[in-house]
């Protein structure tokens, strides 16, 4: 039991230093963590001689309830049609986009008081869980979280909170290339550098192999994720703040009945993209070994990711069961403030979770399924 505990140890430590020590992976290190700082810095949202003036001003009304004296403010500091911004009436702005969202842009916004506003959003989400064919539970389900969100919603300035969902959005598909280019060949790179041999003889060589391959594989990927998303999200933080942490959801994604704040759909995002990161690397290390060519895993895993993003995308949802399990199949949407508008559930008889809360689970039994579907394989493969 020693020896396979020492042998295990061994290999793994071997398989992390394999990952993280060639040259490939410091320039790559570099590139990525120079990428990372940066996109902790030029957040759009943030960035620019305008925003920096402005910053103060628009956050004057933080706090406030949406209700008919705010609106009122709004429709006197704006023209007709909310278009024009400037020093003078940017307090309002990011309220007028809100409500923007909600009505008609055909209409001048002084048309509407706000029992309109929120008469037209409850509207707009039924016909939004109409499109999406719910099932009785399901619209009882949103039913009741929707009467948990208390109205009149109060106003925040998000746009430091918008930058940070904007960094977790972008780990996946960073991510994607970085869990391709340094895990396509982990157990490809044995047929390829003919040292497969080797691990046949080697004391009980096969199993234990697997499970260091596939351990240190992920524990890299990890220490990579915390490195580069922690380098963006720090950044961020020290430069721009969290202003709208305890803002509801509502505050940017209005037409949903979500209950929560953005910093606990911050906490969700996080953990998808963890998740979701987990799933590339076992699959990449899955495909690795079936394929055993580097540059064909590399082109299945891209391959295979944008054809679910496609797939989600158009896919029409009343194909429910394939439209719905791609949608949940896709990082890129499922780490998206989107996800706050995907009204189909899962689950029975009244208890349901939601795209959100499902995800990261789904990824997980999926990363599991494969890696004990892989060791089988990998010890058939390796059968003297």
């Known amino acids: 039991m020693m020896g396979k505990k020492s042998l295990f140890g061994t290999l793994f430590f071997y398989e992390i230093k394999k990952i993280l020590k060639n040259r490939f992976t410091v320039v790559l290190l570099i ?12 957040q759009s949202e943030q960035m620019g001689d305008y925003a920096d003036r402005t910053r103060e001003l628009k956050m004057a009304i933080d706090g ?6 705010l609106l009122a403010e709004l429709y006197e500091a704006a023209d007709e049609y909310g278009v024009f911004w400037n020093e003078t009436n940017c307090t309002y702005e990011a309220l007028c986009d809100w409500v923007r969202k909600i ?34 539970g399901e619209e009882q389900y949103w039913e009741e979280r929707e009467a948990s969100v208390t109205k009149p919603l109060v106003w925040h300035s ?12 972008a780990m996946p598909l960073l991510m994607l290339f970085v869990v391709t280019l340094l895990l396509s060949q982990i157990f490809a790179g044995e047929v ?30 990890f ?5 580069f998303g922690g380098i963006s999200i720090i950044t961020s933080l020290i430069l721009w703040g969290s202003n709208g ?51 064909v895993v590399m082109g299945a895993v891209f391959g295979g990711f944008l054809l679910i993003l496609a797939g989600a995308r158009e896919i029409p ?19 998206s403030p989107n996800v706050l508008y995907e009204f189909r559930l899962v689950g029975y008889g009244g208890h349901y979770l939601t795209a959100l809360q499902f995800a990261p689970i789904l990824y997980l039994v999926i990363s599991v399924v494969a890696v004990i579907i892989g060791y089988f394989v990998y010890l058939r493969k390796n059968k003297v």
């Open 245 to 295: 942490w305890d803002a509801m959801v509502q505050n940017l994604m209005p037409l949903t009945s979500v209950p929560m704040t953005m910093g606990a759909f911050f906490g969700r995002q996080i953990l998808v993209a963890f998740a979701a990161c987990l799933l590339m690397t076992v699959a990449t290390c899955f495909l690795s070994e079936c394929f055993n060519n580097p540059v």
């Open 31 to 42: 590139v990525i963590t120079v990428y990372s700082f940066m996109q902790g810095v030029f």
């Open 103 to 136: 009505v008609d842009y055909g209409r001048p916004i002084a048309d509407y008081d706000a029992n309109a506003i929120y008469q037209i959003r409850e509207d707009t989400i039924r016909e939004g869980m109409d499109l999406c064919a719910l099932t009785e």
């Open 64 to 69: 406030r309830e949406i209700d008919d004296a």
């Open 192 to 221: 390829k550098d003919k040292t497969d041999p080797l691990l046949r003889c080697t004391r009980g060589g096969w199993g234990v192999t697997y499970v260091a391959k596939i351990s240190a594989a992920v524990v890299s990927i």
């Open 223 to 227: 220490l990579l994720t915390v490195l």
């Open 158 to 169: 998000f746009e430091e909170m918008y930058g940070l969902f904007d960094i977790v959005q």
């Open 317 to 335: 949802m009343v194909i429910r069961p394939l439209s719905q399990f791609l949608y949940l199949l896709s990082p890129i949407d499922m780490a």
